[in-house]
């Protein structure tokens, strides 16, 4: 069985082609997996050398052109693709100086980011009850024990789905209470440590497998569906259940149910609150988080660090603990008589 997903070889035949290539070849050596661009530009090379275009070069009116055939997709899709271009020309402007490059301001504006939802403890100790009431089947006769460990694992460790969908029965290391995440985003591996309870939770999924008489094998998927050929489960059927916990849970947004996303949201939410309430310095700690999550430096896990409440109010109970002595309240200004 193999683990994760193969690259992507773009395949290029228009007059830009050796540009094209050496351009993703870059990329790809300083560590990208650069798979969603490298198809954006193969797709603009198939309508550059495509004849009915009749565009034997990447100007003004051949970017338009392509980017009309684009109107399809949601406006942020068409500005990400157009920005994937604009990279390339900008590359290839380095040995071309008069080659063409679009204006970004001319793209179509970013779409406003869904507001992520931050799970609570007692809605993920509803969302694990109902999963273990969830009825088996013959093609998933260890649905509540999957989808039980799948929300635990999401919630405590924060990891991405494809992550969790990924790992490997040989990723777990109960002596050292590990687990070994593989070749994720730029190419990185991370061991993350994890706490005795959740270590328990994955050896009682274990022993449920055994008792089935279902495949332990160290090469075979964590979290594993034995239907059609078994394998892991795939991240719609994944998204399916929760969703439908959901519902039974009455967990929604105003848009909506909450994203599977959402749990990584809500585990840099609650180790900020954690740090807050024991007094830790969280600036100190922040660096620790990044690592955790598979993040090159904290700027990134910024993107996680939502401030809502409880952790607004226990920011506030520190600083005022902190520096409340320093502030003096203004004085009221006295009332005029009428």
Same mark, same amino acid.
């Given at each position: 069985?193999?683990?994760? +997903?193969s690259? @992507?070889?773009?395949k290029?035949s228009?007059?830009?082609?050796?540009? =094209?290539?050496?351009?993703?070849?870059?990329?790809r050596?300083?560590?990208?997996? @650069?798979d969603?661009?490298a198809?954006?530009?193969?797709?603009? /090379?198939? =309508?550059?050398?495509d *004849?009915?275009?009749?565009?034997? /070069?990447?100007?003004?009116?051949? =970017? *338009?052109?392509?980017?009309?055939? !684009?109107? +399809?997709?949601?406006?942020?899709?068409?500005r990400?693709?157009?920005l994937?271009?604009c990279a390339?020309?900008l590359? &290839?402007?380095r040995?071309?100086? *008069?080659?063409f490059v679009? /204006?970004?301001?001319?793209?179509p504006?970013? +779409?406003?980011?869904l507001k $992520?939802?931050i @799970?609570? /403890?007692p809605?993920?100790?509803r969302?694990?009850?109902?999963?273990?009431?969830?009825?088996?089947?013959?093609?998933? $006769?260890?649905?509540?024990?999957?989808?039980r460990?799948?929300?635990i694992l999401?919630?405590t460790?924060?990891?991405?789905?494809?992550?969790?969908?990924?790992?490997?029965i040989?990723d777990?290391?109960? $002596?050292?209470s590990?687990?070994h995440?593989? %070749?994720?985003?730029?190419y990185?591996?991370?061991?993350l440590?994890i706490n005795?309870g959740i270590?328990?939770?994955?050896?009682?999924y274990?022993?449920? &497998?055994?008792?089935?008489k279902?495949s332990?094998s160290?090469e075979?998927?964590?979290i594993?569906?034995p239907?059609?050929?078994?394998g892991?489960?795939?991240?719609?059927?994944?998204?399916?259940?929760?969703r439908?916990l959901?519902?039974?849970?009455g967990?929604?947004?105003?848009k909506?149910?909450p994203?599977v !996303?959402?749990?990584? +949201?809500?585990?840099?939410?609650?180790?900020l609150?954690?740090w807050?309430?024991?007094?830790?310095?969280?600036d100190a700690k922040?660096p620790?988080?990044?690592?955790?999550?598979? !993040?090159?430096s904290?700027?990134?896990? !910024?993107?996680?660090l939502?401030?809502?409440e409880p952790?607004r109010?226990?920011?506030?109970?520190? =600083?005022?603990? %902190?520096?409340?002595?320093?502030?003096?309240?203004?004085p009221?200004a $006295?009332?005029?008589?009428g």
């Amino acid at each position: 069985m193999t683990r994760g +997903h193969s690259v @992507f070889t773009p395949k290029f035949s228009s007059r830009l082609s050796p540009a =094209f290539a050496r351009y993703v070849d870059l990329k790809r050596a300083l560590g990208r997996r @650069f798979d969603a661009p490298a198809r954006t530009l193969q797709c603009l /090379d198939r =309508f550059l050398s495509d *004849q009915k275009t009749k565009y034997p /070069d990447l100007d003004a009116a051949a =970017f *338009q052109a392509w980017c009309h055939t !684009h109107e +399809h997709v949601t406006s942020g899709v068409r500005r990400v693709r157009m920005l994937e271009v604009c990279a390339f020309c900008l590359y &290839r402007r380095r040995t071309e100086p *008069q080659c063409f490059v679009p /204006d970004p301001t001319s793209f179509p504006a970013y +779409h406003q980011r869904l507001k $992520p939802y931050i @799970f609570s /403890d007692p809605e993920v100790a509803r969302l694990l009850r109902a999963a273990s009431g969830l009825k088996r089947s013959p093609l998933s $006769p260890l649905r509540p024990e999957a989808i039980r460990l799948a929300i635990i694992l999401l919630f405590t460790t924060g990891i991405r789905r494809g992550e969790l969908l990924n790992l490997m029965i040989s990723d777990y290391n109960r $002596p050292e209470s590990t687990l070994h995440i593989r %070749q994720t985003k730029f190419y990185k591996s991370r061991l993350l440590p994890i706490n005795s309870g959740i270590a328990d939770e994955i050896d009682r999924y274990l022993r449920a &497998r055994t008792q089935r008489k279902l495949s332990v094998s160290p090469e075979m998927a964590l979290i594993w569906n034995p239907s059609w050929g078994g394998g892991a489960y795939s991240g719609t059927s994944l998204r399916r259940s929760l969703r439908s916990l959901l519902q039974e849970c009455g967990i929604a947004t105003a848009k909506g149910k909450p994203r599977v !996303h959402d749990f990584r +949201h809500s585990f840099a939410v609650n180790a900020l609150l954690r740090w807050y309430r024991a007094g830790a310095d969280v600036d100190a700690k922040l660096p620790l988080l990044a690592t955790y999550l598979g !993040h090159g430096s904290a700027v990134s896990t !910024h993107y996680y660090l939502h401030f809502i409440e409880p952790l607004r109010s226990a920011a506030s109970e520190r =600083f005022a603990k %902190q520096y409340g002595a320093l502030i003096s309240p203004l004085p009221q200004a $006295p009332r005029r008589r009428g």
